[in-house]
């Protein structure tokens, strides 16, 4: 004997598949949107420190170049670009090396750039224990424009303004 299936169970099953249709596209969808905001966030600190790393990989360049191939007042002028998240940057000259440090952040938190020269650089612009070759302190992103001049003994940084 057949059975025959009631309106009722019909609606029920139809209601049934239907959220299983709708609830697998959402499972879908949100992994979806998962996935590209994990991208999006990776992209973008991987931007961050390529800005920060180019920053000052271009610095040391040209305090090397102009210290080993120029004589004392000799000066160039260079543009960096700073992202959005940069803390704080200095330089100090402790046991014969210079530290330059950027400070900035990524979303893993809060980390710093370091990069070493054997040059001793200084600026108009102390900060603790060491120099800064911004203004008054006042670290900003985007296009900064530095002035590093020769001097007796080493290499002077500024911003210019």
């Given at each position: 004997?057949?059975?025959?299936?009631?309106?009722?169970?019909?609606?029920?099953?139809?209601?049934?598949?239907?959220?299983?249709?709708?609830?697998?596209?959402?499972?879908?969808?949100?992994?979806?949107?998962?996935?590209?905001?994990?991208?999006?966030?990776?992209?973008?600190?991987?931007?961050?420190?390529?800005?920060?790393?180019?920053?000052?990989?271009?610095i040391i360049h040209h305090v090397?170049?102009?210290?080993?191939?120029?004589?004392?007042?000799?000066?160039?002028?260079?543009?960096?670009?700073?992202?959005?998240?940069?803390?704080?940057?200095?330089?100090?000259?402790?046991?014969?090396?210079?530290?330059?440090?950027?400070?900035?952040?990524?979303?893993?938190?809060?980390?710093?750039?370091?990069?070493?020269?054997?040059?001793?650089?200084?600026?108009?612009?102390?900060?603790?224990?060491?120099?800064?070759?911004?203004?008054?302190?006042?670290?900003h992103s985007g296009s900064v424009?530095?002035?590093?001049?020769?001097?007796?003994?080493?290499?002077?940084?500024?911003?210019?303004?």
């Amino acid at each position: 004997m057949v059975r025959k299936k009631s309106k009722i169970s019909k609606k029920a099953q139809i209601s049934f598949e239907y959220i299983s249709i709708v609830s697998f596209g959402l499972a879908i969808l949100l992994s979806g949107i998962y996935i590209f905001y994990s991208y999006s966030m990776s992209s973008n600190d991987a931007m961050v420190i390529s800005r920060v790393e180019e920053a000052g990989y271009n610095i040391i360049h040209h305090v090397e170049t102009l210290y080993y191939t120029t004589g004392v007042g000799s000066s160039v002028f260079i543009e960096i670009n700073l992202p959005e998240s940069i803390k704080d940057s200095t330089f100090s000259f402790t046991q014969g090396e210079t530290e330059l440090v950027f400070e900035y952040t990524t979303s893993g938190g809060t980390t710093e750039a370091i990069f070493f020269t054997p040059i001793n650089m200084t600026s108009n612009n102390p900060q603790g224990t060491g120099y800064t070759f911004f203004n008054a302190g006042d670290v900003h992103s985007g296009s900064v424009m530095l002035k590093i001049t020769k001097i007796n003994g080493g290499i002077r940084v500024d911003e210019k303004t």
